[in-house]
């Protein structure tokens, strides 16, 4: 599941999970439960998160990683906000196969205009509290979004894996886009496959 903070990365990833009966593992709340924990992992993520800059790769991957392992022989899961980067997309392919994980079936891009994901993210930061969620961060973290994410976009394109979805549907229309282009998919691939 990828797209700018604000998409809905979050919500529909939940629906997804539950939907295909598979696990949501979501980076950024891995990351934050750290933090509020006081571990030292999240003193190290905590001023990333702040100034709304990417946590480091291998602190992320090392919180990953067990889940990644127990969801996969569990029959799959949904990632939600994790890889970012090319090189993130080549690292989690990688531990896939390296742990015998379940192979890719799609990626989901979540599409949103800027002044729409700024209201969303304004509005979540007074509602739920969410101390990365300031006029001056969420500037921030759209432009690290597009610096660092267009690239990987254009890699999953390449794949055939990229799934591009309106996220400024309501959620219901956004959720039934995404199973029926999933699906949709996944059947075209087990086509190719077996032909």
Avoid: C, N
């Amino acid at each position: 599941m990828v797209g700018p903070p604000g998409a809905g990365k979050g919500t529909q990833a939940k629906l997804l999970a539950a939907h295909y009966r598979i696990s949501h593992l979501a980076s950024g709340e891995l990351l934050r439960r750290e933090v509020a924990a006081g571990t030292e992992t999240g003193r190290t993520v905590a001023g990333y998160l702040e100034r709304g800059d990417l946590a480091p790769e291998e602190v992320v991957l090392e919180l990953l990683l067990p889940a990644i392992v127990g969801a996969a022989r569990a029959g799959g899961y949904v990632l939600d906000g994790f890889p970012r980067t090319v090189r993130q997309a080549r690292a989690v392919h990688a531990l896939a196969r390296a742990t015998g994980g379940v192979a890719l079936q799609a990626v989901v891009h979540l599409r949103v205009s800027a002044p729409e994901l700024r209201r969303r993210m304004l509005d979540r930061g007074s509602t739920a509290g969410r101390t990365d969620d300031t006029a001056e961060v969420i500037e921030h973290r759209l432009g690290v979004f597009h610096t660092e994410t267009d690239a990987m976009l254009h890699f999953y394109e390449h794949r055939g894996l990229l799934l591009d979805v309106d996220g400024e549907q309501p959620v219901d229309a956004v959720f039934e886009e995404i199973v029926g282009s999933v699906d949709a998919l996944v059947s075209r691939r087990s086509g190719e496959a077996g032909s």
